[in-house]
């Protein structure tokens, strides 16, 4: 009979269970790379781009500041007038992600109505009047306050003041000189209404006038919180110009005395 050649297995020690040849360092090396990047490749790539997109929001949403201008109305109470001027805008300062941030437009943001007490004193702007979109924080109002000042209305008629500038040529001057109207009711705080002794016309120039002249001219403006209640914008002013009338000087004369008949 033909003899079996012997296996190529080794014994372990102490009659263990026998052992394999060990394979090369590539092979296992190939087989890993395979397990890892090739089986179930699909799943891998999603899950790898679920955590970028994770790691990219969690790094994005930093929290940024930004300055936004907003408009401010106010109403004032019931027998009163403004005699000082609150901000018609104020600065915010907001605070929130950078996503939120990026989207957010001031035009967005709702105007400021506030409702003025009945008080005089310095006015506070408090965090609670300014409506933001959510997810964003308020840090801070520029101006924080103002003065606030409170007057009773009042209401007085005053004179037209013809406002005259320049130089007329040599030799004119003005001899007579109106306007029509001559007197406008003004309207306003109490203390700016009684200081107002006059509304002013705008600059007439004077400048090469040699005859008289008419003219339309506009109102100034009164001075701060007083307005000029009269549907009156223009006046008509006539100012008459003529020659100036000098008296000559004599030069020097001889007189003779001669004496009278006896």
Do not use: C, W
Request: glycine share 6%.
């Amino acid at each position: 009979m033909n003899q079996r050649e012997p296996s190529q297995t080794t014994e372990t020690p102490g009659g263990g269970r026998p052992q394999s040849k060990s394979r090369p360092f590539s092979v296992v090396a190939r087989e890993a790379f395979r397990v890892a990047f090739v089986e179930n490749a699909t799943l891998k790539l999603v899950a790898f781009m679920l955590a970028l997109t994770v790691f990219f929001l969690v790094h994005s949403d930093k929290r940024a500041v930004v300055n936004l201008s907003v408009g401010v109305s106010y109403s004032v109470p019931a027998g009163k007038v403004l005699a000082s001027r609150p901000p018609d805008e104020v600065r915010l300062t907001v605070r929130g992600s950078r996503r939120l941030i990026k989207r957010v437009d001031e035009r967005e943001i709702e105007r400021i109505h506030i409702d003025l007490p009945d008080t005089n004193g310095e006015f506070v702007f408090q965090n609670e009047m300014i409506r933001l979109p959510a997810g964003l924080e308020l840090v801070s109002i520029n101006p924080a306050s103002f003065p606030l000042r409170l007057e009773p209305p009042a209401e007085r008629v005053v004179p037209i003041d013809m406002q005259l500038v320049g130089d007329l040529p040599p030799g004119y001057e003005i001899v007579g000189r109106s306007v029509e109207p001559d007197k406008v009711s003004i309207s306003g705080a109490e203390s700016s209404v009684r200081s107002t002794r006059s509304i002013r016309t705008r600059p007439v120039p004077l400048d090469g006038r040699v005859q008289t002249f008419v003219d339309e001219v506009p109102l100034s403006s009164p001075e701060a919180f007083v307005s000029i209640s009269d549907d009156v914008q223009t006046v008509r002013i006539r100012v008459q110009v003529g020659k100036k009338l000098g008296a000559k000087k004599l030069g020097k004369q001889a007189v003779a005395v001669v004496a009278g008949p006896d």
